[in-house]
């Protein structure tokens, strides 16, 4: 008996172990709303005072897998944001809110958060200073619609863990990105080059996750490199922008295929919405009204999720049709990223120039089409381990190998004067190029106003000159990062590796490198050229770009920003090394020093609304510009705008402030919502009275079927900042479509 109970228990552990290790894991996907606050928001990423938050282009979404090997072995959790970066306050918020609800099964060594680096997301949830500054200090709500999105993600993602499997895929995306500091590009050593084709990362890298009991896909998620600047230093619309975009895009066309035979997407649930019409007596108003109106059925944790991720995207920008002169239309210079000395004058060009939606509608659709190929012709399963290795480093003092014999140091935190000039994505100010090495007199003094640095800093940054003394500045707090987490996560021959900035493309090749070669010298066999290892960029904290030591040299933006001095990347390289060794070995590492949680300390600037009325005789919602005409044709551009309150009294999260509604069997039908690339929901002031104001826009879109149609604005007010919120909803007059 008792060994046949062995024998049985035996094959069973055998069974499970063959189920397991011929690639099944447990995996699980979620998705959460994490748009924020759509007026008044100062935006994170051109530091442009000016550029705040005025309107949705389409929605903001934290989207998250884990694996887990086996049943109870290792797991990750990847959660890809749409906001410029992350952000160590967010992390370190997220990771206490898992913790409490799970115990020790999502800590920072498994649980990795990267931005896709959108530049038109609300900002102020950073908690260095310097990334604070033009929102005027912290701003709870942005922080807070994160900080939710991606804990309701991972719940989900949790929820769902279910028996499946991962196939990896890889192929070039073409003309989504071109080298924007090609000069600095040129200063690395030349034999070096020549083992490349071209002067930026052009692979994608595509995981396919697939349900292993209904053989269903339930998601991907690719790698690529390039900036989020194709939307510009100007837009005030809240955006994804091209990864956004492709993401908005792939989802939709997964419905669409599997939705084939049922109704299109956006009416998958026409009857459900046509239940909640008639529940309101035709009159919808109120928040479950609102979201219950929502085209696509988000947050109910079984939808399809795609998500676009960042990489080694330093030097690479989306602008591929190269920086101009505004003035004169020829290109700039070519070191110096400038037109006769002006950096302001030199703005590159995306492929939909001058339209920048345009732009941001076709890098989006080149890294969609090629994630559709991708994910079409994955075959590759990706079994074996998975793992992780994670450390906090003080990046202040890292002792690194210079040359063999001698020993260099990372240094304190400092940015140089190509800094200030910014990029040809989004010229900084006035008065300073890419490629300086000097600052005049003038700023000198301001600098020295603010922080003189220390002899021991000017010396170690060099041949950067000290433009602000960020690491050595902490008045009121910390103006930046000390310590940084770096972070290896394995999915069988699958490495991620999690850098907090933006390594330049000859950077993160030499930080793949690295890190695959030890992996295989160390792995005993485990590890060898299939081995695919993929930067996750802009991951867990932000302490911005990561230059070479050749490209260090120019002291272009990429290299002015890159913050612990020239050996920033041979001290990313040596400790990244060590935790691949450690994975490869099987050994552990120590935690390190944490970073500080400075939320105590936050300045808040920026006043949230305090109460809005409608003007005299009016309602919210009440038209005051209804649409131009009785009829339109697809790419038209029908309008509505109604008297409307500040859209930060409810985010409407997982909801709309824009819907088009269509006439079906004698009711209205919701068919578009703010989240559809063709659907824009603008925010503002009336200039002459000062009352709220919603303008709904819909581009006639290309697959709309003919009909009739409206407009539908959702909105929530307050009368004072103690009134309770009230929920108000307007229609336009009804237009056909032919
Ligand atoms: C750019 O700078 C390098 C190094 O100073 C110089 O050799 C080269 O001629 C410059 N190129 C242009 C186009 O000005
Ligand atoms: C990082 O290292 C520097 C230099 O040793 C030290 O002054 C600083 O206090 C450290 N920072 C933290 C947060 O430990
Ligand atoms: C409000 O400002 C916009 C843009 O500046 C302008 O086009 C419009 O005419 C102004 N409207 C009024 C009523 O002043």
Redesign the pocket.
């Known amino acids: 008996m008792w060994r046949s109970g062995v024998l049985i228990a035996f094959g069973f552990i055998v069974g499970l172990i063959i189920r397991f290790t011929n690639g099944e894991h447990l995996i699980g996907l979620g998705s959460y709303d994490m748009t924020g606050p759509a007026a008044g928001v100062n935006m994170m990423g051109y530091a442009n005072m000016e550029q705040v938050t005025a309107g949705v282009h389409f929605r903001l979404r934290a989207r998250t897998f884990i694996v887990v090997d086996g049943i109870q072995g290792p797991r990750f959790a990847f959660v890809n944001l749409d906001a410029g970066m992350a952000s160590q306050l967010v992390t370190i918020k997220v990771l206490e809110k898992l913790k409490s609800r799970y115990g020790n099964l999502y800590t920072e060594k498994n649980v990795a958060i990267s931005g896709i680096h959108t530049h038109a997301g609300p900002g102020g949830y950073l908690q260095y200073l310097v990334y604070s500054i033009t929102s005027l200090g912290f701003v709870k709500q942005s922080f807070d619609a994160i900080v939710t999105a991606i804990e309701q993600s991972i719940i989900q993602a949790h929820n769902n863990l279910k028996p499946g499997s991962v196939f990896i895929n890889s192929g070039d995306v073409e003309n989504a990105g071109i080298n924007r500091s090609p000069s600095a590009y040129l200063l690395n050593p030349a034999e070096e080059r020549a083992r490349y084709k071209f002067n930026v990362d052009k692979e994608m890298t595509l995981l396919k996750f697939v349900d292993g009991a209904t053989q269903k896909s339930i998601g991907a998620f690719s790698w690529y490199a390039t900036h989020g600047t194709s939307m510009s230093r100007d837009n005030k619309l809240i955006s994804g922008d091209n990864k956004g975009a492709a993401a908005r895009f792939f989802e939709d066309w997964f419905a669409s295929i599997t939705n084939s035979a049922s109704p299109p997407v956006g009416d998958a649930s026409a009857q459900e919405k046509a239940k909640a019409i008639k529940a309101t007596g035709g009159q919808p108003c109120g928040k479950t009204t609102s979201q219950s109106f929502k085209v696509r059925k988000n947050g109910e944790g079984s939808r399809f999720v795609g998500a676009f991720c960042q990489s080694n995207v330093g030097d690479v920008t989306p602008n591929v049709l190269g920086a101009f002169c505004t003035d004169s239309g020829k290109p700039c210079d070519f070191n110096h990223s400038s037109c006769h000395g002006n950096d302001q004058l030199c703005v590159g060009r995306g492929p939909g120039y001058p339209d920048e939606i345009l732009s941001t509608k076709i890098i989006g659709e080149r890294q969609f089409q090629k994630a559709v190929d991708l994910f079409n012709s994955a075959t590759k399963e990706l079994s074996g381990k998975i793992d992780f290795r994670h450390v906090y480093l ?4 890292i002792e690194v190998d210079k040359d063999g014999n001698t020993k260099a140091k990372t240094c ?1 935190a400092a940015l140089g004067p190509g800094f200030a000039a910014g990029t040809t994505d989004g010229p900084g100010a006035f008065g300073f190029q890419q490629g300086d090495t000097e600052i005049n007199e003038l700023w000198r003094k301001v600098r020295d106003l603010l922080k003189e640095p220390s002899q021991y800093q000017v010396d170690c940054q060099k041949p950067k000159t000290v433009l602000l003394d960020t690491g050595e500045m902490f008045v009121p707090y910390a103006w930046a990062p ?2 940084l987490p770096i972070q290896i996560l394995r999915l069988g021959k699958l490495i991620i590796l999690c850098v907090p900035g933006e390594f330049t493309t000859m950077a993160g090749r030499r930080l793949r490198d690295a890190v695959k070669q030890t992996l295989i010298s160390n792995g005993e066999g485990e590890f060898d050229d299939e081995t695919r290892v993929v930067i996750a960029g802009l991951t867990n904290t932000y302490s911005q770009y990561i230059a070479t030591v050749e490209e260090y040299t120019q002291q272009r933006y990429e290299a002015a920003s890159t913050l612990y001095g020239p050996h920033t990347l041979s001290a990313y390289i040596q400790e990244f090394s060590k935790l691949a060794k450690a994975m490869a070995q099987g050994t552990t590492i120590e935690t390190g ?1 944490s ?2 949680d400075l939320s105590s300390v936050q300045l808040s600037l920026l006043p949230e609304p305090s109460g809005d009325s409608p003007p005299p005789g009016k309602k919210f919602g009440d038209i005051k510009q209804d649409v131009s005409s009785g009829s339109f044709k697809k790419g038209d551009i029908v309008s509505a705008t109604f008297w409307s309150a500040n859209p930060r009294y409810d985010l409407l999260t997982e909801g709309t402030f824009a819907v088009v509604e269509k006439l079906q069997d004698l009711r209205w039908i919701p068919v578009y919502d703010d989240d559809d690339f063709d659907l824009y929901f603008k925010w503002g002031l009336d200039n002459a009275t000062f009352f709220g104001l919603a303008t709904i826009e819909w581009q006639v879109t290309e697959e709309a079927t003919s009909g009739l149609y409206r407009l539908r604005h959702f909105g929530s007010s307050k009368k004072t900042n103690s009134s309770p919120i009230k929920y108000f909803t307007g229609t336009s007059s009804a237009f056909t479509v032919s």
Request: avoid cysteine.
């Open positions: 003080n990046f202040t003092d304190p000390a310590v020093i970073p500080p």
